[in-house]
C-alpha cells in the first residue's frame, strides 16, 4: 500500500525517468571474510540498491501553516494544488524504517530532523514514505533542489563501511 510520500517520490522518478531506476524490493550478498586479528571484520554487505525517504505534513482542522513557519524560522511550498500536504524532510538510507524512528524521537548522537522539538507538527498529521531507487544519493539531492523541504539539507552524513550501494 502507498500513501501521499511514496506516490510522489515515484511521480518524481518517473518524470526523470532516464536517470533512476526505481526498485520493489532490496536484496543483495553477504560477503565473509575473516580477520586473524577479528572474526567478521572485513566482512562486507552488498545492497542492490539505496532508500529515499520523505516525511510530509497534512493540514488538519488544529494545524496552523503560518505558525509551523515562525517556529522554524523557514518557510516550504505546498506540493499539493489545494495547499494541504508539505515536504517537511527528505533523507536516504539503506534502512530507512530505523531514520525516521530517529527522526521522530532525537537521538543527540546521530544527526536528525528533532521533529519531537517542533511543537506545531502536533497539529498536523505527519505522514512517510520511501522507494528504492538506483543512485539514490543523486536522488536525494534532485529533491532537495526541486522541492525543498522545511527542515535539512542534502548534505551526505557519515555514510557506512560495512555496507557497499552495488548501484
Known sequence: MNNEVSEFLKKV????????TMYDNLHGEIVLNDSKEK????????LSTGSVYGIFAIKTPKSNIKKL???TQNSVI???ENNEIYPIYWG?????GS?????????PKTG??????????????????????????????YLH????????TSRGGKGSKITVIDN
Open 99 to 107: 531514520r525516521i524512528v530517529i527522526h521522530a524521537r532525537p537521538n
Open 39 to 46: 572474526l567478521g571484520a572485513n566482512s562486507k554487505i552488498h
Open 92 to 96: 536516504k538510507d539503506i534502512n530507512p
Open 78 to 80: 505546498s506540493i499539493d
Open 69 to 71: 513557519f515562525e517556529e
Open 13 to 20: 522518478a518517473k518524470k526523470v525517468k532516464n536517470e533512476f
Open 112 to 141: 536528525n530532523a528533532k521533529l519531537e522539538e517542533i511543537q506545531e507538527l502536533r497539529n498536523f498529521k505527519l505522514i512517510f514514505g520511501n522507494i528504492y531507487i538506483t543512485k539514490y544519493k543523486d536522488f536525494e539531492s
Open 145 to 152: 533542489k526541486n522541492y525543498p523541504p522545511l527542515i535539512g
